[in-house]
């Protein structure tokens, strides 16, 4: 296979105002050849956006060299076109003329460049909507014309950045199986694919290899081959085996980031709670429950007349309790989500409080440091802190009210709002009553 694209000991340093220098990206060696398709995962802020506009030569890396084809990379590469996560569209102009904006520096006549366009806006499925202005589309038909600027100019690599990432799951899905159609049948020149994401099931079902960077500063810490036959099957051990390993390498990172201090079990691994409260969650198992069958995600949000997107909370919080499973946007109870949409108040609690405990490590925690005081009290604050060092102080309050919210429904522990204190209550106290 031939080499396309080389980098060598790349670094790249900002100037930052109050501090000193920052290290986003730290000698990164990578090498891509034709005919990969190659997704580059890592935690948010890693760096991976940099690392894809310094391939693209809109970034001066601080020292290394990239070179595509074997020629260093000084300018705008030549080589590789880019999707963005965000469109990028121009509002006043057409879906044609944004697909044709692709080919401005070609040197082609006006007609070529038009037939060129229409014959893309052709194949990424957006015939009939030449005239359209992005204002009118719904976000998967912007993203196809993001797609569509950058196939245009037939690109030799094709980056991208997050492209899936702001569109609902089943959007999503149909636009990465109909670009997954297109490299793999070879119905565009593309050589190679580079792309960026935080989704490492996303990275498993499309690319050949996942290139993952840890972070302050991004090194590579993994390059994993991806050889499952397409079209892959999310269900399948093989898959699920590959997004686990993946995942514990991401978190490892995690774990591991830069502070010379040693984290705590504590913060190791924190995934952050979507904000539902438990009795929009209840709410929502029963209903799953009472419909039966599994539901289309879509028709489900639309029956409801909920956005999908304030649907996935409750999806995400069910799943994560392991109440329910998602797959190809279908949602369907597990059989614990089944006995617990069944039973009485009491029962419920219970079996929140075991799901919570077993599956969300927080919880067990919490109820530990509990347990562990002779007064099994301690002030909120103590906890907001620990998950201040995950999740940032924005985010932390919100974290925490959920954490209680859900604690106190499960009956995991007690909070006293005057006070600001989680406490367990005393079961001999409760029975002296
Ligand atoms: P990712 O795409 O992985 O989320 P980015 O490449 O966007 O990460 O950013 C990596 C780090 O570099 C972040 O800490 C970000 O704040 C910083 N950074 C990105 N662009 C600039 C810039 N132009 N000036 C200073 N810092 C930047
Ligand atoms: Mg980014």
Same mark, same amino acid.
Not at 90 to 108: A, C, M, S
Not at 418 to 426: F, I, K, N, V
């Given at each position: 296979m031939s080499v396309l694209l080389e980098l060598n000991e790349v670094s790249k340093r900002y100037d930052a105002p109050e501090e000193q220098k920052v290290t986003v990206l730290q000698d990164i060696d990578l090498s891509i050849s034709e005919g990969e398709f190659v997704a580059i995962l890592g935690p948010s802020g890693s760096g991976k956006s940099t690392l894809l506009r310094i391939i693209a030569g809109l970034v001066k890396s601080t020292s290394g060299t990239v070179s595509y084809l074997g020629q260093p990379v000084v300018s705008a590469n030549p080589g590789v076109s880019m999707v963005f *996560?965000?469109?990028? =569209?121009?509002?006043?102009?057409?879906? %044609? *003329?944004?697909?044709? =904006?692709?080919?401005?520096?070609?040197? %082609?006549?006006?007609?070529?460049?038009?037939?060129?366009a229409l014959d893309v806006i052709d194949m990424i499925g957006l015939d009939g909507f030449e005239g359209a202005y992005p204002r009118e589309l719904s976000g998967g038909m912007r993203q196809r014309v993001g797609l569509g600027r950058a196939l245009v100019m037939e690109p030799d690599i094709l980056l991208m950045d997050e492209?899936?990432?702001a569109l609902d799951v089943l959007t999503a899905e149909n636009l990465r199986r109909d670009l997954l159609e297109l490299w793999l049948e070879k119905k565009i020149p593309t050589k190679s694919i580079i792309m960026v994401t935080h989704g490492i099931e996303e990275a498993v079902y499309?690319?050949?290899?996942?290139?993952?960077?840890?972070?302050?500063?991004?090194?590579?810490?993994?390059d994993i081959k991806i050889t499952l036959p397409h079209w892959r099957e999310r269900k399948d051990e093989a898959f699920t085996k590959l997004v686990?390993?993946?995942?514990?390498?991401?978190?490892?990172s995690r774990a591991n980031e830069a502070t010379s201090v040693q984290k705590s079990e504590a913060q190791k691994k924190y995934t952050p709670l979507p904000h539902v409260p438990s009795g929009a969650l209840?709410?929502?198992?029963?209903?799953?429950?009472?419909?039966?069958?599994?539901?289309?995600?879509?028709k489900l949000a639309d029956e409801l007349m909920f956005e999908l997107d304030d649907l996935l909370p409750l999806v995400e919080a069910a799943q994560m309790l392991g109440f329910a499973n998602v797959s190809h946007g279908d949602i369907s109870l597990t059989d614990v989500g089944k006995d617990f949409a069944a039973t009485n108040v009491l029962e419920r609690k219970e079996m929140f409080q075991t799901q919570l405990r077993s599956r969300i490590p927080i919880f067990g925690r919490i109820r530990w440091v509990l347990e562990s005081k002779r007064n099994r009290r301690m002030p909120r604050e103590f906890f907001l802190e620990v998950i201040r060092k995950s999740v940032g102080s924005e985010a932390a309050e919100g974290q925490l009210d959920t954490i209680i919210d859900w604690g106190r429904y499960s009956e995991l522990f007690a909070y006293d709002e005057?006070?600001?204190?989680?406490?367990?209550?005393?079961e001999d106290e409760l029975q002296a009553e």
């Open positions: *996560q965000s469109f990028a =569209l121009f509002p006043w102009l057409t879906v %044609l *003329q944004n697909v044709e =904006l692709g080919l401005r520096y070609k040197d %082609l006549s006006p007609a070529d460049k038009r037939s060129r492209p899936f990432s499309m690319a050949d290899r996942a290139v993952v960077l840890s972070r302050d500063p991004a090194t590579v810490i993994a686990d390993r993946i995942y514990s390498i991401l978190t490892y209840t709410g929502f198992l029963e209903l799953l429950d009472d419909l039966e069958i599994k539901s289309d995600l879509y005057s006070s600001r204190t989680l406490y367990l209550e005393d």
